[in-house]
């Protein structure tokens, strides 16, 4: 199953914004599960979905707020 990881800028430790906060919250609504990490955030899913979610991931993290998104889709082995 392929990951994907992002991060979101601006980064604030500690204090994560919206614009951080709304796309996992949105991606759990899909019913993804997502891991956040003190550096950035991932989730595995089926290959079907990972346009969905890279396309959510984004546009909901830039409607909050965000100045830079960092994505990186590994495939599955």
Do not use: Y
């Not at 994907?4 to 759990?28: K, S, Y």
């Not at 989730?43 to 830039?62: F, M, N, Q, S």
């Amino acid at each position: 199953m392929p990951r994907v990881e992002f991060t979101i800028e601006p980064f604030n430790e500690g204090q994560p914004g919206r614009h951080v906060t709304a796309p996992t919250d949105m991606l759990r609504s899909m019913e993804v599960d997502v891991e956040v990490g003190p550096f950035g955030s991932s989730c595995d899913v089926p290959g079907e979905r990972v346009g969905e979610v890279v396309a959510t991931i984004t546009r909901v993290a830039l409607e909050h707020g965000a100045s830079h998104v960092n994505l990186h889709v590994e495939a599955a082995e």
